[in-house]
């Protein structure tokens, strides 16, 4: 993987490594407070994260200063399959990680079995590969790192031969959100709501002809 250099905001946007994952937990913690997988806690987060980043599939970015990460990203080529074999590997230690929230709040359990069976979900998406989650630490935002991380992530899905990636992120109350995507040139799929009345949107870019025709 290229390594990006941004020496006005960070040495570098690069892979992150196993022994960075405390730190992209960390962020998303405080990124998403109250967040539905921010509430299954810092153990569940870290079996995601380490299974993007042993994946053949899984991308994850840091922007780094020094051994610092100020943000990430991180996403799948093929969604559908990266989920199957998480779970199939990981069901039981996912459930086990996830069982203190359930205890706090057993109504989540519908929920949590709908996460552990995400391929059904995958398989409606617009695209096989899914950016699955950006956050930056909340002293480094309004810097320009998100748009940053956004870039390298699809200079990396070129690198792979990727040609679309769709992201999903709330309808309501979330226009600085889903404005920041539509400036670095995502388009609105569709829109649907989730079993819990969610009502969410879904974006899809066409990295290299975006690339191309900017």
Not at 8 to 27: F, M, T
Not at 72 to 98: D, E, M, P
Not at 101 to 121: F, G, Y
Request: proline share 5%.
């Amino acid at each position: 993987m290229s390594e990006y250099s941004y020496p006005k905001l960070s040495e570098a946007i690069k892979s992150v490594l196993l022994n960075d994952l405390p730190q992209v937990v960390d962020i998303h913690i405080k990124s998403f407070p109250n967040f539905f997988l921010t509430f299954l806690g810092k153990d569940f987060l870290l079996l995601l994260y380490k299974g993007i980043c042993n994946e053949p599939d899984g991308i994850i970015l840091g922007a780094f200063l020094d051994d610092q990460i100020e943000g990430f990203i991180a996403g799948v080529t093929n969604q559908c399959g990266f989920y199957k074999r998480l779970i199939k590997r990981q069901k039981w230690a996912f459930a086990f990680a996830s069982l203190k929230a359930l205890l706090r709040c057993p109504r989540i359990a519908p929920r949590l079995l709908r996460a552990l069976r995400k391929p059904s979900e995958a398989q409606q998406a617009s695209a096989e590969a899914c950016l699955m989650s950006i956050a930056v630490r909340p002293e480094y935002e309004g810097k320009g790192i998100g748009r940053q991380l956004v870039e390298a992530f699809n200079q990396e899905l070129i690198n792979r031969g990727i040609s679309s990636v769709c992201l999903t992120t709330d309808k309501n109350h979330n226009d600085r959100v889903n404005q920041f995507y539509q400036k670095l040139g995502f388009c609105l799929s569709r829109s649907y709501v989730t079993p819990e009345g969610r009502a969410m949107n879904e974006y899809l870019i066409h990295p290299g002809r975006n690339k191309t025709e900017s």
